[in-house]
């Protein structure tokens, strides 16, 4: 994440990662973490460990979206029921490994909601979990 705390001031950035910036930025941030002591970015707070019931409560007081990143959060998240949407980002490059996006086991029905086209054939997909309730979101 504090990446995103500098991203603006590199040179030839396209303008959605400008924006990805700005609102990485305004956001405050949780980051569950048993090895990190202090934040690296603005706007952050450590938690130990993932609390599926601080998210609850999290995420009935939020105003707006919330995001989980990162595949073991995610799918924390997913097993606890907690994820409404998912935005996924298909990227045309190969690259032969990482995590999955989806832990084993799981389950959904979902609905496309939204699909952006970009240059160079990147494509942003949205889907909505059938039956959640709307307010976090899986990128």
């Not at 707006?64 to 949407?85: H, K, M, N, T, W």
Request: net charge positive.
């Amino acid at each position: 994440m504090a990446y995103w705390e500098t991203a603006h001031t590199i040179p030839g950035q396209p303008h959605f990662m400008l924006e990805w910036a700005r609102q990485r930025q305004a956001a405050d941030k949780v980051v569950c973490s048993r090895t990190l002591a202090e934040p690296r970015s603005v706007r952050t707070r450590i938690e130990l460990e993932f609390d599926p019931d601080a998210v609850r409560r999290l995420k009935a007081d939020a105003e707006r979206y919330i995001s989980v990143d990162g595949p073991e959060l995610e799918a924390q998240a997913i097993g606890a029921g907690l994820v409404d949407e998912f935005q996924m980002i298909v990227c045309p490059a190969v690259v032969g490994g990482g995590k999955r996006f989806f832990p084993d086991h799981v389950r959904l029905n979902l609905e496309l909601v939204e699909e952006r086209r970009f240059r160079k054939g990147v494509i942003v997909l949205r889907y909505a979990v059938q039956g959640a309730a709307r307010g976090l979101t899986l990128k």
